[in-house]
């Protein structure tokens, strides 16, 4: 969600050179963007002494400015060391002192999404531009190769003509998880439809899951689970008639196409989170109305994880159906 900010920052410097610091495996979501200059990937864990090395080189490059996008630890010493000549983040507690500019996150006039609250970093450097004027999400193709390979997994799956419907079964954490007690039903009536097939996706992490959801569900159904890069998602999801999800990254690369989105929304707020598409391509949010929402992930009031759980499966597939018929 920084690729729009990233897009405005070259609109307004268009001869400025773009580098990007990111932590692995995600260094897929930006490499190949046409914006940036230069991608640095970093492990998501590092031992002291290959982080000060990185820090050194780092500071050697003497950038004119950093933007902060992520204000946690890392990126808090990142920036402190970084030597930049303006340095840029949101006015975060204890470390607010890091930075020259700092902007606030959201504002006291209602929520703010993810999305503004990054361009309003680019927008502390003196760029007069409205909520209108930021850009979709940008997420790289993927290469010749891989798209071949993905185009051979669903031939192979005689998906030819179908309506795919890819549905995101992974969760990140507990308090996002759906569960396989409304997934199986959903899948179910899914499958019902005459022409669709759904499309399972997650991490390796999540084909524990997926078993668990073949054995319940009925229906031709296609895992996919931990078998797609993040590029080679995005060209799934760009073929299917429909994506299912919860809030999530496959949710916000769905974002980036043009596919129907149905988005289940539990523990956090779609004001801040939700599909970001300023080219009105269809997304339906489904939640429910809780007083305990959102939360903070870390400990589930009611115990229960309801305000994603008691989302019923045919709530979902209502939601979804007008684009499959």
Request: charged share 25%; hydrophobic share 40%.
């Amino acid at each position: 969600m920084t690729t729009p900010a990233v897009a405005l920052l070259k609109k307004y410097l268009p001869d400025a050179s773009l580098t990007y610091v990111v932590e692995e495996p995600w260094r897929r979501l930006v490499q190949g963007n046409p914006d940036l200059a230069r991608v640095i990937s970093v492990p998501a864990k590092q031992k002291l002494l290959q982080f000060i090395a990185f820090l050194r080189e780092f500071r050697r490059e003497r950038y004119d400015v950093l933007l902060d996008f992520h204000g946690g630890p890392r990126a808090a010493w990142i920036c402190l060391f970084s030597g930049a000549r303006t340095k840029i983040g949101y006015e975060i507690k204890y470390r607010k002192f890091l930075y020259d500019i700092r902007v606030p996150r959201g504002n006291k006039e209602g929520p703010v999404h993810s999305v503004e609250n990054h361009a309003n970093l680019v927008r502390a450097l003196g760029f007069n531009f409205e909520k209108a004027d930021i850009p979709p999400l940008v997420v790289p193709d993927p290469s010749e190769e891989e798209a071949a390979r993905v185009r051979a997994l669903l031939k192979k799956a005689e998906t030819e003509g179908a309506k795919l419907v890819v549905l995101h079964i992974g969760a990140g954490n507990r308090f996002r998880d759906w569960g396989v007690d409304q997934l199986a039903p959903l899948l179910g009536l899914l499958s019902a439809l005459p022409g669709v097939k759904p499309v399972l996706v997650g991490t390796e992490a999540d084909q524990e899951t997926e078993r668990r959801i073949l054995r319940a569900a009925a229906g031709p159904i296609l895992p996919l689970s931990g078998r797609l890069s993040l590029p080679e998602l995005k060209f799934v999801i760009g073929r299917a008639a429909l994506f299912i999800g919860p809030d999530s990254g496959p949710m916000h690369i769905a974002a980036s196409t043009q596919t129907p989105i149905v988005a289940c929304f539990g523990p956090t707020l779609p004001a801040h989170f939700g599909p970001w598409r300023p080219n009105g391509a269809p997304v339906v949010i489904v939640e429910q109305n809780l007083p305990c929402r959102p939360c903070r992930q870390r400990e589930c009031v009611s115990g229960d994880f309801r305000c994603l759980r008691s989302i019923p499966p045919q709530a979902v597939f209502d939601a979804g159906r007008t684009f499959l018929i």
